[in-house]
């Protein structure tokens, strides 16, 4: 990275060196890739730290990138997955400007599914019952939408929990970031799924701990890999695993949870993209199966309802509360989720909008991820297999025919098209083009389609 910095400008030298990240950010870096570190920067260009700092603290406040307690940097999943823009402008080799025309990010909601206007009404009067922002908030998250999370994951999830175990927190960073802490004087490795969700293993990587790869299958994490490592730590996607699909049927659910009682270990679950199934009912938590507070429950609102409100949940078992609660109060940390954010999105639920809200973006996107996949069958036929669907924001497809896929991908740019593989975060081990349809139109959704298998039978010939 290098960046063109002038000390003669008038613009401040920490809005330049945003701008040059940020561009940086959008046009050339991935979901997860690390930023160097502030003294690196203000090292290498003979400028104060506080100067990186400002750059890096507005860069966070808008959400491009996310920090860890050691100050570490990375890009955002908002920015990339959830947030980027479905026409920007990018650049081709000789710096002409280039429209995208169809951007396939992989997880993003339409803008206009967020019920905005509902959203300012439930604000007010959230706002007249008169919350104390004179005081700091409960550090757990307000009692009012812990319970009204607690009410519906119980209700829809099957869930196991009260009011009491949950903690709200500011993003899927912020509450895997609790859990290294909490865990961290019991454990020392962490098995995860490979492929998997890659920010996680960055994150506990950096709270020093060994990630431990596990292959995954037809029926999701290899359950005899993990009995054989030497972990008694698993974080896992069961209900739709990221980024195969996959559900882990009822028989290797039991068997996890005899593992974990077995050697006494613990089970994070992610309920990734659960709302989000287009072909059958949601699969009960696997949380709900566990009768020795052994499953740590994780949840967001980010891809049923906003990304940019920053809002998820852990489900703690009763096992950890008072480690949590005694480790936090010394640490003086408190809820990063505002306090207007929380009493909003209570009224959003406790009024039943939320399961109106579910029910309406289950719709929208059942059709739009139908209708991707008859065009993409129709369009590619025997070209392609599909590896992944039925569910969250996007569909996998794998070439059948030789095609280089990175070739691919820049020659869609040309074209307006952006295209996402999952080489970027697992090399060669696991390849596929990640389809996603939920920031799209259903008329983006065919054009978008027809300008890709263009740019593909012209790649072919390449």
Sequence with gaps: MVYILDKENKKPLYLQ????????????????????????????YTISKNTVELAYKQLYAEGYIESTPKSRYFVADILLEHDAPTKTRCATKENAPLSILYDFVPARLAHDTFPLKLWKRLFIKAMETEPDFGAYGDRQGEIGLREEIAKYLIQSRGVNCDATQVIICGGFADSMNLLATILKKQFNHIAIEHPGFPIVRSLFNDYGYTTVPISVDHNGLVIDELEASSSKLVYITPSHQYPTGVSMPINHRIRLLNWSKRVEG?????????????????????????NDDRVVYVGTFSKSLSPALRVSYLILPHRYLQTYRGLF???????????????????????????????????????????????????????????????????????????????????????????????????????????????????????????FKKVWMETIKE
């Design 17 to 44: 060196l945003y701008d040059a990240l940020k561009k940086e950010i959008l046009n050339n870096l991935s979901y997860g890739d690390k930023l160097p570190s502030i003294r690196k920067i203000a090292t290498e």
């Design 266 to 290: 613990i089970i994070i679950e992610d309920d990734y993209d659960s709302e989000l199934r287009y072909q059958n009912r949601p699969i009960p938590s696997l949380q709900g199966l566990d």
């Design 329 to 451: 109060q010394t640490r003086h940390q408190r809820c990063s989720v505002s306090l207007s954010t929380q009493k909003t999105l209570e009224q959003f639920m406790a009024n039943g909008h939320w399961e109106r809200h579910l029910r309406k973006i289950r719709t929208l996107n059942r059709k739009k991820h139908d209708l991707m996949k008859e065009i993409l069958k129709s369009t590619l036929e025997n070209m392609i297999e599909i590896i992944s669907e039925g569910g969250g924001l996007a569909i996998l497809i794998r070439p059948t025919i030789d095609i280089h896929l990175a070739k691919l991908r820049q020659n869609a740019l040309k074209q307006g098209v952006k295209l996402y593989l999952a080489s970027d975060y697992y090399g060669e081990d696991w390849e596929a083009i990640r389809m996603g349809f939920g920031g799209l139109s259903e008329q983006d959704i065919r054009d978008g389609i027809i300008a």
